[in-house]
């Protein structure tokens, strides 16, 4: 399987669901877009936006990779470097340091114990990860979510607190991009 490919069909799968406004609120319109993203200037501030091929290189992912101690699974490294969007589901990737939203999301505590945080729940307040534990593996390295807060208390389990949604970063990504009833 080509992983670049399928995260590029998944992407431009979820962005077409949501050519008008969902009952969620979501559409494709953000503040300061960049010029090469915006499909129409609608006002001086907010813009529609549209997806464009990313400029994050190897050696991009490479420098992210030693900031966060981590070695990124071959999905992920596709999942960051395939467009330049804004999303919101996941850290937005603007043309203008793309990678910025994606280093925002890294946690120390997290981090040295294998997980990437690589997404949050902005509802409910929890951080998404992958287990890199397994990193030999990508179809092992599960997918957890833990309450922020709790990264915050520097006598809690983070282990222990650690909540199980995916088997993989592929299952993550297909429930959220490519499900029809999203």
Not at 17 to 22: A, F, K
Not at 92 to 119: A, H, K, T, W
Not at 145 to 155: G, N, T, V
């Amino acid at each position: 399987m080509n992983i670049r490919a399928y995260i590029k069909k998944g992407f431009e799968v979820y962005y077409e669901r949501y050519n008008q406004v969902s009952e969620e609120g979501f559409c494709r319109m953000c503040p300061d877009v960049p010029e090469e993203m915006k499909v129409v200037d609608i006002d001086a501030e907010w813009s529609m936006w549209r997806m464009i091929p990313s400029t994050v290189t190897e050696e991009d992912i490479q420098t992210l990779e030693k900031e966060f101690g981590l070695n990124f699974p071959e999905w992920y490294k596709a999942f960051i470097s395939t467009y330049h969007h804004y999303f919101g589901v996941i850290p937005d990737q603007s043309i203008e340091e793309p990678l910025n939203n994606v280093r925002d999301m890294f946690n120390p505590s997290l981090c040295s114990l294998g997980y990437l945080p690589f997404s949050w729940d902005t509802e409910y307040g929890k951080i998404i990860c992958i287990d890199l534990n397994n990193n030999t593996d990508e179809e092992n390295c599960a997918i957890y979510q833990i309450e922020h807060e709790i990264l915050f208390d520097d006598a809690a389990d983070i282990q222990s607190s650690l909540d199980y949604l995916y088997p993989n970063f592929k299952a993550y990504f297909d429930d959220t991009f490519l499900e029809s009833n999203k």
